[in-house]
């Protein structure tokens, strides 16, 4: 296995896990996971739709963010309310990641190992410098909000996946 190879199989099985989760949560996307709030599964879903377009549309490719609709409801910074009125339908965002995750695939199919090391176009933070760290970022991110959703289900009074 390559590092392309590696990162491909990362994306898929970090997607497909966090999916699984917040498909279970479909019908009760604003299941706070703690008794003080949270991060609902509907906030997790915008988050990671929004912020996969900004490692890979603005940070990689110095394109702008694909939804900028989404950006204050859901971008770096913004809070979850656990208010259906103030967000879209759980069914209206959902596609939106599988389009984004594609994207990245495909983007990631046509690059070199080479292009790994190449700088991306954020300079604030050296852990996303280079393309090889915002994909490694694309693969690391939905698996830290997974546990945001796996405790959601869990307040919901859904058993555990895997046990």
């Known amino acids: 296995m390559n590092t392309i190879e590696f990162i491909r199989s990362g ?7 966090t999916c699984t989760l917040l498909d279970d949560m479909r019908d009760t996307p ?6 003080r709030g949270g991060n609902h599964p509907l906030w997790v879903l915008g988050h990671l739709i929004v912020n996969e377009s900004v490692l890979l549309d603005e940070w990689i490719q110095g394109k702008p963010n694909r939804f900028p609709e989404y950006h204050e409801l859901f971008g770096y ?6 208010n259906p009125t103030k967000y879209p339908a759980y069914d ?22 080479d ?11 050296p852990f996303y410098n280079t393309v090889g760290n915002c994909f490694q970022a694309m693969i690391m991110h939905p698996m830290s909000h997974s546990g945001n959703v796996t405790d959601a289900r869990r307040a919901a009074g859904k058993p555990p996946l895997m046990t």
């Open 30 to 35: 604003f299941v706070e996971p703690t008794p």
């Open 11 to 17: 994306l898929e099985y970090s997607k497909n896990w």
């Open 77 to 82: 910074g913004s809070t979850p309310v656990a």
């Open 115 to 125: 292009d790994l090391d190449k700088p991306s176009h954020y300079t604030k933070d």
């Open 92 to 113: 209206e965002i959902r596609p939106r990641f599988d389009e984004i995750r594609q994207d990245t695939l495909a983007y990631l199919k046509q690059i070199s190992e």
